[in-house]
């Protein structure tokens, strides 16, 4: 069952901050999230598990509310380097294959 | 270290033909991903591999479409017959398995049909 992310595309000001929410109607055992510039391959940013654990990039923090299964991504004091789509990816069971949403495009401007 | 590398990364098919695609996984991990991603959407999941077994292959659209990794480390997705709809990036990716394990996506190969 693929995630819903919103909104669908974000433009702000270098140095302004962004969230981004990923919602799922399944019960989840992960949310990952990653960043896609064109061309590029995903790059992993965050995942949290049920039950609290999170690994990922010190400037970037994410939340998980396991009771609404959703998940959002904060951008705080956003660089141009943020600029690119944002997938989270659900994970329903451990080790199992992503279900990524349709992305969250974000533009940085100087 | 190295990280997952894909060939070829791009690949140009006449309708009809067969194409196979390669991947190489981060040494030591044992999960194995191929997604497919076509233009301006998330990835799609296609078949994934614990070792050397395919555990999940649901998300391959046809019969056309085959996937092995015989030894547990490199994995070929093969396209026999490809149709212009086949047209799409081919990402792969690798994780260690399980618990806080994200996984490393390869650069991909793009494919088109013509």
């Known amino acids: 069952q693929q995630p819903v992310q919103s909104p669908q595309a974000v433009i702000l000001r270098e140095g302004e901050d962004a969230v981004i929410n990923c919602s799922s109607s399944?019960?989840?055992?992960?949310v990952h999230w990653y960043r896609q510039k064109h061309g590029e391959a995903p790059v992993f940013l965050m995942i949290?598990?049920?039950?609290?654990e999170q690994k990922g990039h010190d400037k970037i923090s994410a939340s998980f509310n396991e009771k609404k299964q959703q998940s959002s991504l904060y951008l705080t004091a956003s660089q141009l380097s943020y600029s690119g789509t944002y997938f989270c990816?659900?994970?329903?069971?451990?080790?199992?294959?992503?279900?990524f949403g349709k992305g969250t495009s974000l533009l940085v401007t100087p | 270290g190295a990280g997952v590398s894909q060939s070829p990364r791009y690949k140009v098919a006449k309708r009809g033909q067969d194409v196979a695609l390669r991947c190489d996984p981060i040494?030591?991990?044992?999960?194995l991903f191929w997604y497919q991603q076509a233009l301006g959407q998330g990835p799609e999941f296609l078949t994934y591999?614990?070792?050397?077994?395919?555990?999940?292959k649901s998300g391959l659209p046809s019969d056309r479409f085959f996937a092995e990794r015989p030894e547990g480390s490199v994995s070929t997705l093969k396209i026999q017959r490809t149709q212009q709809e086949d047209s799409a990036v081919y990402l792969c990716?690798?994780?260690?398995?399980?618990?806080?394990?994200?996984?490393?996506f390869g650069p991909g190969t793009r494919l088109t049909v013509t």
């Open positions: 949290l598990l049920k039950g609290g």
């Open positions: 040494s030591g991990h044992v999960s």
């Open positions: 990716a690798s994780s260690i398995g399980q618990g806080l394990s994200e996984q490393y």
């Open positions: 399944k019960a989840l055992y992960s």
């Open positions: 591999f614990q070792n050397e077994a395919q555990l999940d």
């Open positions: 990816g659900t994970e329903p069971r451990s080790g199992y294959a992503l279900n």
